[in-house]
C-alpha cells in the first residue's frame, strides 16, 4: 500500500500563487506514475497534471497549462504542483494520485487509473 498526503492549499487572491506538495509513504520501492486532480464545488473531478516516473512525460490539463508546473523528486517520494497566476475557476480540493508506473504515450497519464488518491487539500482563490 501507498499513502499519499497532501499539502500547502490554502487562500490565495487572484493572480497569486501556492505549491502544493505531495508525499508518498508505505511500499515507495515501486515505481509510480504520479499527478493531481482536483474537484470544485458542484463539478465533477478533473485531471489536472501528471507526471511519469522518470519525469520524461508531462501532462496538463488545457485549463492550466502555462500556469501550473509539476514536478518530483523521487529521492524525496514527493511529487510537487507550483501554481501560479491563479485564477477564481482553480478553487477546489486538490487531490495527489499515484498509479504503477507504465509505458505508453504521455497522453495515458491523463486516462490512467490511479490506484492511489491522497484525502485531498484545499486551494481557495478569491477576488
Known amino acids: 500500500q501507498v499513502q499519499l498526503v497532501e499539502s500547502g492549499g490554502g487562500l490565495v487572491p487572484v493572480g497569486g500563487s501556492l505549491r502544493l506538495g505531495c508525499a508518498a509513504t508505505g511500499r515507495t520501492e515501486r515505481s509510480f506514475d504520479m499527478g493531481w486532480y482536483r474537484q470544485a464545488p458542484g463539478k465533477e473531478r478533473e485531471f489536472v497534471a501528471a507526471?511519469?516516473?522518470?519525469?520524461?512525460?508531462?501532462q496538463y490539463a488545457d485549463s492550466v497549462k502555462g500556469r501550473f508546473t509539476i514536478s518530483r523528486d523521487n529521492a524525496r517520494n514527493t511529487v510537487l504542483l507550483q501554481m501560479n497566476n491563479l485564477k477564481l475557476e482553480d478553487t477546489a480540493i486538490y487531490y495527489c494520485v499515484a498509479g504503477l508506473a507504465g509505458i505508453g504515450p504521455p497522453e495515458r497519464l491523463r486516462t490512467l487509473e490511479y490506484d492511489y488518491w491522497g484525502q485531498g487539500t484545499q486551494v481557495t482563490v478569491f477576488s
Open positions: 507526471i511519469s516516473w522518470s519525469a520524461g512525460s508531462l
